[in-house]
């Protein structure tokens, strides 16, 4: 495989961009390749390779890249024009259709990225119920600033930047899938009654992926309904993905917030609030908790989402079926290989979401993630770049299908984990 010229772009990248990249989670040693377009369930390289994605953004783009049926309806919308800080029909339409598909959703503000969307939820918690706290779970990752970034998954897991600051010291964060840990927090009287919020993922997917036992979320929400806690959602990851009304209509728990992006504009930057009337409505102008931004609510990425909402509606009873099956088939694939090869790893997986840790034992928290063996991850990652397909390139991401991923793809990703894992093995 040559990546020479993804090597010069990256000596002339880390003369002017820290470690050669805008966000921390694309670095890898010794460097990343560089990407230069993406259809459908592949991107081609600069070095003129093409890949089956299943990064995929982190799980932005469950259509697909380039999906005719989004960017047909953006390049009408470009010639409209891109920004105007002026309401448009459009975000009506997409408030509208939210308070449909979403469970929680009596009203939404829609915004720009998730990070923005969990920071305003947590404002909003507060304000709601005039406490301080902020509970999370470890692993779990809800965007970079300050409050959230204590012991954080993703590219923040060896990082521990957000634990000096300030801000953090009103957040606890609690072991994932532990409720009796979080029922001992909460109903302490001392240490529970400042809660103001429990954020969380449904599903933890940025420390691979990891699932809620049963019970763990009709426990939180009994605990929280009891203690006038806010329940947010973070289904920045699990929304529309999981199903169309997210982890929330999946597992049919209905949280007081729900947060939202990556598959919401399919690839194009947005995110939205949902939530209670009686929560949302604190929202300045209509209430006291300031959240403004220039580009909340910009046409071509509100676009961008009515069209991908569209197509997911439209194809809903074929879609998600068709991610599914797709996702099964490369679990159970791996799984075997797994098996036939002794070596010690387990998949965890629901939807089209799935990641494997090289690891004798179950994976069920973020202490269990940080267990598996991160070489043997590494060479998986860079022996299956060597057969064109491209997963994140790190333990603590998702792997990610996507509606424009064919049966051929899964069958060519089926042969390349099948070859990389028994190369592991030597
Ligand atoms: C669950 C979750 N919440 C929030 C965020 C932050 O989103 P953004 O990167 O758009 O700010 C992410 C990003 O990966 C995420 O996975």
Redesign the pocket.
């Known amino acids: 495989m040559n990546f020479d010229y993804s090597r010069s772009l990256f000596s002339r990248a880390e003369k002017v961009l820290p470690k050669g990249v805008n966000?921390p989670v694309r670095y890898y040693e010794p460097h990343p390749f560089f990407v230069s377009s993406g259809i459908g369930s592949k991107i081609i390289t600069q070095d003129h390779q093409t890949l089956i994605d299943y990064c995929l953004g982190?799980?932005a783009l469950i259509l697909g890249h380039s999906y005719k049926g989004v960017m047909g309806r953006i390049k009408e919308q470009l010639d409209r024009g891109s920004l105007f800080c002026i309401p448009t029909e459009k975000e009506v339409q997409l408030a509208e259709v939210l308070s449909k598909i979403v469970p929680c959703c009596e009203m939404a503000r829609i915004v720009?990225?998730?990070?923005?969307?969990?920071m305003h939820a947590i404002r909003l918690a507060r304000a709601y119920t005039q406490k301080k706290t902020i509970v999370k779970f470890d692993g779990?990752?809800?965007?970079?600033y300050d409050e959230v970034l204590v012991k954080a998954g993703?590219g923040a897991t060896l990082s521990t930047s957000g634990e000096s600051m300030p801000e953090s010291r009103n957040t606890e964060v609690l072991p994932f899938n532990n409720i009796e840990i979080l029922k001992e927090k909460i109903e302490d009287e001392k240490k529970g009654e400042d809660v103001a919020c429990i954020i969380m993922?449904p599903i933890c997917?940025?420390v691979g992926v990891i699932l809620p036992e049963t019970n763990f979320l009709y426990e939180i929400r009994k605990l929280t309904k009891k203690h006038n806690i806010v329940l947010i959602f973070?289904?920045?990851?699990?929304g529309f993905r999981l199903a169309l009304g997210g982890a929330s209509e999946f597992f049919g728990i209905k949280p007081d917030i729900a947060?939202f992006?990556?598959a919401l504009g399919n690839g194009f930057?947005i995110?939205a609030i949902c939530g209670k009337k009686e929560i949302m409505s604190q929202l300045a102008p209509s209430g006291s908790v300031y959240q403004a931004s220039t580009y909340a609510g910009n046409p071509v990425s509100v676009t961008a989402s009515l069209a991908t909402i569209d197509t997911l509606i439209e194809a809903k009873n074929t879609l998600y079926p068709k991610l599914g099956k797709n996702c099964d088939r490369i679990v159970d694939a791996i799984k075997d290989f797994i098996k036939e090869k002794g070596i010690d790893a387990t998949v965890n997986a629901i939807g089209s979401m799935y990641q494997i840790f090289f690891s004798k034992n179950k994976v069920v928290n973020y202490q269990d993630a940080l267990k598996s063996d991160l070489d043997m991850f590494k060479k998986l990652y860079f022996e299956l770049l060597k057969k064109d397909i491209f997963i994140p390139p790190s333990q603590f991401e998702t792997c990610f299908l996507s509606f424009s991923h064919t049966e051929e793809d899964v069958d060519k990703t089926i042969d390349a984990y099948g070859e990389a894992i028994s190369i592991l093995k030597k």
Request: charged share 15%; aromatic share 6%; proline share 3%.
């Open positions: 966000s982190y799980g720009n990225t998730g990070s923005e969307a969990t779990s990752y809800h965007g970079a993703s993922e997917a940025n973070d289904e920045v990851i699990t947060t992006a990556k930057p995110s």
